[in-house]
């Protein structure tokens, strides 16, 4: 079973980059990161989290691990600890500063392969006009055992999908700030 990964905006804040200060220091920054390396020109930019107006929760709440841009998981230093090695085949992880801290956006590389995509009950999603991929998407996860998270060209790279292992870890260490839908 596969999931598309999603930040919990009801429960938890939502993270915002300095973009001044990431433009300042990567000039020629895209948001549009489609599964590319980006580790080589990247330095960390300073971020926050902030309460969305989605927010519907009380108090403070960190997420432990967050997406944005859609598609990048964002680690908290303990996240981090805990997932790096297990991601590590699937991506690689640039550094942002909150307050005194660093976390990890996590850059998705892996793309499931094609030959392990069944669109035999696909859709097209059009928002607004826009094509934004497919849905009801099947993955062979036998295809991909080596990893927990992934990218498909189904979705044009937007999202990140996660793994059973990926949502088992993730349970199991009680980590906050996703939910997962099941892609099929």
């Avoid at 981090?80 to 005194?100: C, H, I, Q, R």
């Amino acid at each position: 079973m596969s999931y598309l990964i999603n930040h919990d905006f009801e429960n938890y804040y939502s993270l915002t980059i300095d973009v001044a200060d990431l433009t300042s220091k990567m000039p020629s920054y895209s948001q549009r990161f489609r599964a590319k390396p980006r580790l080589e020109n990247w330095v960390a930019p300073k971020s926050s989290f902030y309460k969305s107006e989605n927010h519907s929760g009380k108090e403070e709440s960190i997420p432990d691990i967050t997406t944005w841009a859609l598609g990048n998981l964002v680690l908290s230093p303990n996240a981090y600890k805990v997932l790096n090695e297990k991601l590590a085949s699937s991506g690689e992880f640039l550094p942002l500063l909150v307050g005194d801290k660093t976390y990890y956006m996590f850059n998705t590389l892996f793309v499931i392969p094609e030959h392990a995509i069944d669109l035999s009950e696909a859709v097209d999603v059009i928002d607004s006009g826009v094509h934004m991929g497919k849905k009801n998407v099947k993955f062979d996860e036998s295809k991909i055992e080596d990893h927990l998270v992934f990218k498909s060209k189904t979705n044009k790279l937007t999202y990140s999908f996660a793994t059973e292992k990926f949502k088992s870890m993730y349970s199991e260490n009680n980590l906050t700030g996703l939910t997962f839908k099941k892609s099929k």
